[in-house]
């Protein structure tokens, strides 16, 4: 599949609301208020920006100031119906950028809907249990042979065609469907149940895939969190794991005009994620080992932390950008399995790179 970048943006706002086409003694029939946060997915024009690195900057600006006229409002001033997906719309119709791919709108940390071009909506939502595993398979003295445990974490994701409705499926509707599972995986030993005598990220994100699809058709993937770094998606035939690495570094963007501030030597502390896909090893259950991929990213890992970026060998400039297709190729020798790369300079603002299969239809 050929590469595409992606510039994404988040843009926090606070707001009050009330849903009226929700049941009767739904509490959010009732008006209350969220800490929304927006967010959109847009392949720019090459001449769109500022200047050529000031993307991401530039979108989270025309976002921020989309999403202001929401801030400290009452939603149902502005929308009869004011559900996350109409909200999507809301900003979607007003977001004068080009390339727009999706907007999303997460109304809680642990809930969110994200609309695309088609009126495709996919909404998730977040759930924990906590348990122990082993994996039983793995190599002498591998650390996850012990016994030990997680809190793990699972997003329930679906995906509707909305057809011009209001909503897709209530996030009660998930949380429905995903509390006989809790009750099952919650407070024992994975090991112990049934068709789970491997408990990989892998294993479990299938067998919870299994137990829900029949019942619920507009299931499109199970996402599951081993740690706050590493996890794995399952949409029924593809397994996506990722990890995510975090690292400090200086730059200069030295392609913004004279007299901007971004052309003086500052820094960030950067988030990124390394998406891979790989068939799954029937025996120890898992398509790469999470630790194989952090040992084998760490030589570019060490180039980019405490460093200052735009003097990097081979880079041109230091936008988040070019710094994805930099590490693309940096790594992508002792990763052939890795197949995306989003990168964050600060909290959801940054770029995506995909070459794989599924490209950005993958969940972040």
Known sequence: MSERLFHVAAA?????????????????????????LARVRAELPTDWASFPGAETDDLGEALTGCVGALDYRDLNDFLAVPTDENLARWVRERLAVPGIQSIGIQSTRDQGADLDRLEHIHVWRRFRFESAHRLPNVPEGHPCGRMHGHGFEVILHADQDLAGRDMGVDFDRLAALWEPLRAQLHLVCLNDIEGLENPTSERLASWIWRRLKSEFPALSWVSVYETATAGCHFDGAHYRIWKEQRFESALRLVRAPEGDARRRLHGHSYWLRLHLTAPLDAVLGWTIDYGDVKRLFKPVYERLDHHRLDVLPDLAAADPGSLTRWIRAAVVGDLPELDRIDLHVTPGCGASLCWGELGPALPT
Request: charged content about 30%.
């Open 12 to 36: 926090p706002f606070e707001a009050a609301r009330r849903v009226a086409i929700l049941p009767e003694g739904h509490p959010s029939r009732r008006r209350h208020g969220h800490g929304f």
